[in-house]
Every structure is written in structure tokens, then in C-alpha cells.
């Protein structure tokens, strides 16, 4: 996982931070004898020459005299975590000052991998001791992943599959700091530093002073206080013991005491951020009967850093078994967004009883609608945001996760909360008798009343299913069900559990195909790899029909990365396998595309070709490699179609450019060469 966060740039004095009193008599840790059997630093004979000639040095002169430094004010620290069972001291304390570097360079809260160092080092570290410099260097000419790919197990018998996943950051160096309190200081005013001390059989997290014997822990420095310890000054410390510990997992500790500063480092880090770019929102592979056939896809860096990505290919997983399927109206190729207001022409549902806890009963449709392969020609409709052909009685307001064999099934769930129409708002059905039918909630609040709803079912025969979505919130927007289900339970479509889908102005729409049958027809030529900044990546895609009938077969190119505003993403992909897949191909797009310009590389002219599949907002753009745009070429509202636009750069100089579509809320881009 990660996130962004903002930096806090202020000024390096900073406000005393509040601690609790030091008390006179320190209770004794019940949890330190058990972690006493996990103190895990091994420090090489090497590194101990190395660091003691080092310490021979003068201290350097203060950069800030500031009495209070503490990174966690600044937004510099990232959360603290546990070692377990395990003597992986040495690796969190490595980690986590890596990950403080990153933070602080890139605003990027990464969470990475301690089990990938564990398991991965290079150095014959392990659960029963270790030694940072072997984390640092795997960060260093690997490069370090997120826990997500490699969670951590406190255990050394976990294998190292580093290769499976995505390298998020790489380190760029490491520095030695010389144990004196002034070029630590120094040093932390780049970032929090990894260093050792020792653990004593009867240390404590508020201010514990003893004298210095072999180093038996490492843990991360963070900051600094010169008042602390009744004023002798000491440096805050990030252990990984848990939040449970100490303050909150933080502990305070005087200068020079039990050896803290011995064998400190501080990884280097400076932020190049890489930049996806992919030229495909979604791929159509068009396949004769019992052949085979070929799309590219590209992948660009239009970033500083370099782009480390991991590509895997899976059945579709926006459809079930049956052959439904969804799409979104922020999707392209997805439905467009049209509130039906039926306030007027259709009629509030009377719901019996409690109108917060009902069901209405079955409602006349007027027609047959097709569902899951039966016939319907009524619908019951609950107050707690769902629909169901047959469940007449249900009125739970306890959402589930989707498919599930418990009530109700047949179930429709555009959005299944703890609503309450009956303290306002209220629910409406109407029909035209004919082939059409929509259910809305409209205004109606959640039962703790921090959000107000308004949303629909549009059901169009003989199988069209529609979910639209006026307003949501601000609350309980993450507390609800979508999506659907057949009679038994047992085949359905989640969008979403209990996180938040949307607030407003969208629209779902249920599609239904034929079963996706064995996912064995998708291969791409690469799999992984490292884009360097300003280039591109082909990868060439091969749809096989060999042993598959002639229909539509839907998959997903799973896209993984380290652009942190990009991390992961799907690429539907349609193999339309038959002799419709040959014919015709002067018919209107199926999906958004940039084509590469031609000619390529050009001199002062070249022409820039690309399809929209519906009408939306256009703008195409012309950048030069220092992110100055160089030319617009388009910025309108254009239809359905294929475009071609000729762009002149006979007033520019040669150099590498790159154009830009950005289509709605999709962008792609492509990189051109100028030649004179």
C-alpha cells in the first residue's frame, strides 16, 4: 500500500513535543523478556573497523541549533510496525529509514517489504541476527517492493519471489555517520537514520540511561530534543515493537546512552518520480474462426525516474460465470450517465409496516425480463436499496459481500445500506408497460444520517440492466453492496463491498455475453521490464481461436508499476473470434486510440491520427522533453469517429516531442521524432 502526503514545510524550530512526566520509579517491561530473546543485530568485523575509524573524525560543525527536530511534525515517519518471533531488528530499522527517505523525497508513503529483505539478502542474514547494510544494499542493486507482494511472516522460511513483483523504489547510496551527537544531528536534517544500542534486561521507554556494551538492537532515529530527560537532551526513536510499546511504539533516550549513535546510516534518496503512460483504454482483438491474431500495446516513461512494470493476464474479472459483465460511464466503451426523474409520472412505493425495514411485494412489471435465464414479470423492491425477483419478504439492511447462497437472492443492489425512506425522501417505481421499467431512491438518508442517497435501477427487456447514481454522501458512501446475483446465490457480479464507488453522477451497466469459457486464448511477448525515462515499451498481444468456438471471449491485462499515481490498473481485452471478425472494418470505433504519428521520424510536417468510440471532451497536446507544451492541436467537443490532424513544427528544433490525447478523464500518449 501507499499514499500521498503532503510535506509540512516550516521552519526547523519546532514546538516541544508534549510527553508525559517522567515518573521517579520505572516499572519494569513484561513484554521486554520476551522480546530480549528476539535482539538480532549482527555487526560485522568489517563494519566495526570501518565505523571506528570513522568515529576518529572532529564532529563537524551544527548545522541547526534548533533546541526541538522531529520528523514525525514534519510528516517524515512512516507508521511503526512489529518484528514478531523474529531477530529482523536490523531490517526494520533499514526499512524504515528507507521508507522515511522516499516519504520525504517523493510525498509517497510507501509500505515496503521487510520479508523481501528477509528472504532475499544477499548477506546470510536472517531471523537470528542480521546487519542493515544487507537490507540497504538489496534496496540499492535490486530495488524494494511493497509488503502487499511479499507480506511479512517473521520467518526464514518464506521464499524469495522478489521477481513476481513490481520494484517500487530503488536507493541510490548509503552513508556512514560518525557517532557524535553533532553529525547526527547533521544527518537528520536529510532524514531519519538507522542506528544500534543496547538492550539491558531492565530497559524502559522514558528516558533509560546506562553505559554502552556491545550493540545488541537497531531501531531508527527520528529527531531530536535537547530538553528531554530532565535536560540532559536525547533523540526520539522509532522501535519495532508495535504501537503498543512505548509511546506508541516511539521511545526517549539520552544522548550517548547504552551506545545509541554506534553504526549509524542514512540511505540517499532524491525523488525522480516515474510516469505511466499506455496507449490502450481498452483492446479489440478482432480473430477469423479457428485463427490467430495481433494487437500492440505500449507502454511509455514520460517521468524522471526509471519505470519498473509487471504485466499479468487473467480471465475478466468484471464477469461472471453466466456471461454477465459490467461497465462504467467513466469507462469509454461504458454507458452514458441519464437521470430518469420519475418523481412525477411514477408512483411511491407504499411500503407495509415499517417503511424502514420493508419489502414491497411483488410489483407488476407489465413485461418479461430475462434474468439469469429465467423469465420475470414482477419485481420486489426493499426499502434498504435492493431489488429481487422473487424474495417478496426479505428486509435485511445487513449488506453482504456478493455472490452469497443467503437472502436474498435474485437479488439486483445498486446500492444496499441501512437506509431509512421512512424518516424522508422517499422510493419509486415506474413502468411503461411495455418493455422498461426503473426503481429509484430518491433523498433518502442512511440510518446514522450523514449521507442522503438518490440512485436507480433501469431495467429495458429483454436482459438490459442499468444502475445510476445521482448524489451520494457525504456519508456512508463505503457502507453499502452493489452489484448482482442469480436465484441460487451462487453466481453474481460485486462492484463493490463496503468501499466507496462513487458520490454522484455515474452510471452501471449490466451486459450479457456468452460464459467466458477457459481463459487459454491471451499471450503477450513480454511480461516485465524497465522503461527508461522518455522511452516506450511495445508489447505485442496474441489472441488464439485455435480451440475456441467462434463468439466473444473478455480478459484483463493487469498492469503493475511503481508511477505512484498509477500503481495498478486493468486493460479489458475482447477476442471476437468469427467471420464478423473479418469483415467490415470501416465501422465506428470500439474504443479510444492514439496512433503513431507519421511520418515518424518527420521533417517539419507529420499527421496525428486517433479514434473516439463516443462523443466527449477532446484536447491534443504537444510537449517538449522539459514538459513545455509546444502546440495544441485540438480542444473541443468531438463525436464518435476517427480523426486525423496535421501538425507543423517547421518553427521548432529537432528533438524528441511527445503528443497528448486526453479524451474525457482518459489520457494517452505517444512519443515523435523531429528531424532537420
Not at 39 to 50: C, D, N, S, Y
Amino acid at each position: 500500500m501507499r499514499r500521498f502526503v503532503t510535506t509540512v514545510i516550516v521552519s526547523l524550530t519546532v514546538m516541544m513535543i508534549f510527553r508525559p512526566a517522567m515518573a521517579d520509579n520505572k516499572p519494569i517491561d513484561e513484554s521486554l523478556q520476551k522480546r530480549m530473546k528476539y535482539l538480532g543485530l549482527i555487526i560485522p568485523e568489517e563494519a566495526k573497523q570501518r565505523f571506528a575509524e570513522l568515529d576518529k573524525r572532529p564532529p563537524s560543525i551544527l548545522l541547526n541549533p534548533d533546541d526541538v527536530f522531529d520528523w514525525r511534525e514534519l510528516g517524515g515517519v512512516t507508521p511503526v510496525k512489529d518484528q514478531g518471533n523474529c531477530g529482523s531488528c536490523w531490517d526494520f530499522a533499514a526499512t524504515g529509514a528507507f521508507e522515511s527517505a522516499v516519504l520525504i523525497a517523493d510525498s509517497v508513503e510507501w509500505d515496503l517489504s521487510e520479508q523481501q529483505v528477509l528472504s532475499c539478502n544477499w548477506g546470510g542474514s536472517s531471523c537470528d541476527g542480521g546487519w542493515m547494510n544487507n537490507a540497504y544494499q538489496l534496496f540499492m542493486y535490486y530495488g524494494s517492493i511493497e509488503e502487499y507482494c511479499m507480506p511479512y511472516a517473521a520467518s526464514d522460511y518464506i521464499d524469495c519471489i522478489q521477481d513476481s513483483c513490481v520494484v517500487m523504489v530503488m536507493q541510490e547510496d548509503l552513508s556512514d555517520i560518525p557517532n557524535n551527537i553533532t553529525d547526527i544531528k547533521n544527518a537528520l536534517l536529510i532524514g531519519p537514520v538507522s542506528t544500534t544500542y543496547t538492550v539491558f534486561d531492565d530497559f524502559y521507554w522514558d528516558c533509560y540511561d546506562n553505559v554502552y556494551t556491545s550493540p545488541n538492537h537497531a531501531v531508527v532515529i527520528v529527531g531530536w530534543d535537547d530538553n528531554l530527560c530532565g535536560g540532559q537532551g536525547g533523540w526520539i526513536v522509532k522501535n519495532s515493537w508495535g504501537v503498543n510499546w512505548g509511546d506508541n511504539g516511539f521511545f526517549y533516550i539520552p544522548y550517548n546512552s547504552c551506545g545509541i549513535g554506534h553504526y549509524t546510516q542514512r540511505p540517499l534518496y532524491t525523488s525522480h518520480l516515474p510516469e505511466l503512460t499506455c496507449d490502450h483504454e481498452q483492446i479489440d482483438v478482432l480473430v477469423p474462426s479457428g485463427g490467430q491474431a495481433s494487437d500492440t500495446l505500449q507502454i511509455g516513461n514520460v517521468g524522471v525516474g526509471d519505470l519498473y512494470y509487471r504485466i499479468l493476464s487473467s480471465a475478466a474479472s468484471n464477469v461472471d460465470s453466466f456471461g454477465y459483465y459490467w461497465l462504467e460511464s467513466e469507462n469509454l466503451v461504458g454507458p452514458d450517465y441519464s437521470w430518469i426523474d420519475i418523481t412525477s409520472i411514477g408512483n411511491a412505493i407504499e411500503f407495509p409496516g415499517n417503511p424502514n425495514y420493508s419489502n414491497s411485494g411483488h410489483l407488476d412489471l407489465g413485461f418479461e425480463f430475462n434474468y439469469y435465464g429465467n423469465l420475470f414479470n414482477s419485481i420486489c423492491v426493499c426499502s434498504k436499496g435492493w431489488a429481487s425477483f422473487t424474495d417478496s419478504t426479505s428486509t435485511t439492511s445487513f449488506n453482504r459481500n456478493i455472490p452469497h447462497t443467503s437472502l436474498p437472492n435474485d437479488l439486483l443492489a445498486p446500492f444496499w445500506a441501512s437506509l431509512n425512506p421512512g424518516d424522508s425522501g422517499g422510493v419509486y417505481f415506474y413502468s411503461n408497460n411495455s418493455d422498461s421499467a426503473v426503481i429509484s431512491w430518491v433523498e433518502v438518508p442512511n440510518n446514522v444520517g450523514d449521507g442522503i442517497f438518490t440512485f436507480q435501477i433501469i431495467l429495458v427487456a429483454p436482459y438490459t440492466i442499468i444502475y445510476q447514481y445521482n448524489s451520494m454522501g457525504p456519508g456512508g458512501t463505503n457502507q453499502g453492496s452493489i452489484g448482482m446475483e442469480n436465484g441460487t446465490g451462487t453466481v453474481g457480479l460485486e462492484i463493490c463491498y463496503e468501499e466507496e464507488f462513487t458520490t454522484g453522477q455515474k452510471a452501471v451497466q449490466f451486459y450479457l455475453g456468452p460464459p467466458p469459457g477457459e481463459f487459454d486464448w491471451l499471450e503477450a511477448d513480454v511480461s516485465h521490464g524497465v522503461i527508461h525515462p522518455a522511452e516506450f515499451q511495445d508489447i505485442n498481444l496474441t489472441c488464439s481461436a485455435t480451440s475456441h468456438p467462434d463468439g466473444i471471449y473478455r480478459g484483463e491485462l493487469e498492469v503493475y508499476n511503481n508511477d505512484p499515481n498509477n500503481v495498478y490498473f486493468k486493460i479489458p481485452i475482447i477476442m471476437n473470434v468469427g467471420e464478423q471478425a473479418v469483415g467490415d472494418q470501416d465501422e465506428v470505433p470500439q474504443r479510444l486510440s492514439l496512433l503513431q504519428n507519421y511520418p515518424n521520424p518527420f521533417n517539419a510536417q507529420t499527421e496525428i491520427r486517433y479514434t473516439l468510440p463516443k462523443r466527449t471532451d477532446v484536447k491534443l497536446e504537444v510537449f517538449n522533453l522539459l514538459g513545455q507544451r509546444v502546440g495544441l492541436l485540438q480542444n473541443a467537443t468531438q463525436n464518435k469517429g476517427e480523426y486525423a490532424v496535421n501538425w507543423d513544427a517547421s518553427n521548432l528544433s529537432s528533438g524528441i516531442y511527445f503528443y497528448k490525447l486526453s479524451a474525457g478523464n482518459k489520457i494517452n500518449t505517444k512519443r515523435m521524432t523531429l528531424v532537420k
